[in-house]
T-cell receptor
Framework: GENVEQHPSTLSVQEGDSAVIKCTYS??????FPWYKQELGKGPQLIID?????GEKKDQRIAVTLNKTAKHFSLHITETQPEDSAVYFC????????????FGAGTRLFVKA | EPEVTQTPSHQVTQMGQEVILRCVPI?????FYWYRQILGQKVEFLVS????????KSEIFDDQFSVERPDGSNFTLKIRSTKLEDSAMYFC???????????FGSGTRLTVV
């Protein structure tokens, strides 16, 4: 089945710097890649997603890139702010096997003021 | 903004007891899911539900687990005989269509003692 690897597990940046989180997936037929942000004591919240027919997508300070050949996708956060501090999960939806989404292990992002 | 509602927020139960975790998905969503997250670890898929039946389940979702949509609004997860290792945060999620981002509830923290 699908496996999603995520790096780094922890990332600490200075306010205003950029943060990059990288993921790889194993199922080449996966075609939908959402990113979730989880704040303490809350459920994951969808922040951006990308489909396999697109290489890049941007929403204000957040961008995602997808390299289907290498089976890599990344989250880029620019001009980080303290409120960006949270756990970020990448995920992939396999083309086959029902409707599940498989999550990466998460990246704990600390933005230092 | 529409929300997925989960009750209770915290449940403590004795080992061997049955528990029912309750969820009210977003009203126009058709796909429903249960995930669990052991403290500090990844979000793990349990089961997906569509058209009043299970569409996929993971190896975690054994015979001790069941799901039900008893009426037009509730979606429940039952654990028949809880074990210590069932202690986790359980998240319900729903989506409007396949391979779209989920809306997660705030979770139920299940503690088995």
């Amino acid at each position: 089945g699908e496996n999603v690897e995520q790096h780094p597990s922890t990332l600490s940046v200075q306010e205003g710097d950029s943060a990059v989180i990288k993921c790889t997936y194993s199922d080449s037929a996966s075609n939908y890649f959402p990113w979730y942000k989880q704040e303490l004591g809350k459920g994951p919240q969808l922040i951006i997603d990308i489909r396999s027919n697109v290489g890049e997508k941007k929403d204000q300070r957040i961008a995602v890139t997808l390299n289907k050949t290498a089976k890599h996708f990344s989250l880029h956060i620019t001009e980080t702010q303290p409120e960006d501090s949270a756990v970020y999960f990448c995920a992939a939806s396999p083309h086959t096997g029902g409707f599940k989404t498989i999550f990466g292990a998460g990246t704990r992002l600390f933005v230092k003021a | 903004e529409p929300e997925v509602t989960q009750t209770p927020s915290h449940q403590v139960t004795q080992m061997g007891q049955e528990v029912i975790l309750r969820c009210v998905p977003i009203s126009n969503h058709l796909y429903f899911y249960w995930y669990r997250q052991i403290l500090g670890q990844k979000v793990e898929f349990l089961v997906s539900f569509y058209n009043n039946e299970i569409s996929e389940k993971s190896e975690i979702f054994d015979d001790q687990f069941s799901v039900e949509r008893p009426d037009g609004s509730n979606f429940t997860l039952k654990i028949r005989s809880t074990k210590l290792e069932d202690s986790a945060m359980y998240f319900c999620a729903s989506s409007e269509s396949q391979r779209q981002g989920y809306t997660f509830g705030s979770g139920t923290r299940l503690t088995v003692v």
